[in-house]
């Protein structure tokens, strides 16, 4: 859930999928679209599916995957994931770079090379490899993160702060501002998009994602406004922002009385809604409503 996830976002999320997901038994036997519903909101939905398919594949092996290379073997599970889990679960000498330990590496070496560049990549792995303190991976790789997450900020780093401070070349060549770089990144591209809500007491208007679509496949979401021709009036009542990758969707929310519903879509009792997966955009707009 923390794969280009805040913290903060993800906490609650992670107390309700354990409390109804307790063993990898349990995530493996459930409904795909329980599943989603849960994880709904968090966004890059193919780490739920990919999670699923891991828990199905711990139940069909023999014991759990308590290696580097068992772990790596599972659906969805990179090199830092398995290095984080590896280390700190089962003692395994494996250092985990993320986000935050790349920015770290970058400063203390005061390197500028491209850290989205796989050359890049490897290069800093291999330095977080040879500080990797081989008695207490686990407490290693998390007091790196932590630092990178608290004190080694992207913007105005704590550098007075930081127990690095007496080795960061970047410090003393004054360029951690600069530090680190990444070329290439995408200008989000803006979208402006409409969706409604379509009032009717106890119930609202969704339409289901087909299983073949390359997004959100199976995902519920509100109707835009060329599907309701005969809807009117269309009253604006909010607009909200949604960013999916490298691109800032502009929503605005309309908002019509009953209709009839086109095909495709059908009208879902409010509770039941609450439990089938619902677009992001979708939740976003329903929480204006309400």
Request: charged share 20%; hydrophobic share 45%.
């Amino acid at each position: 859930m923390l794969q280009q996830t805040r913290v903060r976002a993800v906490i609650p999320y992670y107390e309700k999928f354990l409390r109804r997901f307790p063993t990898p038994q349990a995530l493996a036997q459930a409904a795909e679209s329980e599943v989603l519903a849960l994880w709904s909101g968090l966004g890059y939905y193919w780490r739920a599916r990919r999670l699923q398919l891991a828990a199905q594949a711990i139940g069909a092996a023999p014991a759990f995957p308590g290696t580097y290379a068992e772990l790596r073997a599972l659906p969805g599970i990179g090199g830092y994931t398995a290095a984080a889990v590896a280390s700190i679960a089962f003692d395994a000498a494996h250092a985990a770079v993320d986000g935050n330990v790349l920015r770290v590496i970058a400063r203390v070496t005061n390197d500028a090379s491209d850290t989205g560049a796989g050359v890049t990549r490897r290069r800093f792995q291999a330095i977080a490899d040879s500080w990797l303190e081989a008695a207490q991976p686990g407490t290693f790789n998390q007091a790196l993160m932590e630092l990178g997450a608290t004190v080694c900020l992207p913007r105005a780093p704590l550098c007075t702060a930081c127990p690095l401070s007496g080795v960061c070349r970047a410090r003393a060549a004054g360029t951690q501002a600069q530090l680190p770089v990444k070329l290439g990144a995408a200008k989000p591209r803006a979208v402006d998009v409409q969706v409604v809500v379509a009032c009717k007491p106890g119930y609202v208007l969704l339409g289901q994602r087909a299983a073949g679509e390359p997004r959100l496949a199976g995902f519920w979401e509100l109707p835009e406004p060329a599907r309701l021709p005969a809807a009117t009036p269309l009253e604006p009542v909010a607009r909200v922002r949604h960013a999916i990758v490298n691109q800032l969707f502009r929503v605005t929310v309309l908002r019509c009385g009953p209709v009839r519903a086109p095909r495709g879509y059908r009208w879902i009792a409010a509770d039941e809604a609450a439990r089938l997966p619902l677009t992001t955009l979708t939740r976003k707009a329903l929480a204006c409503i309400n």
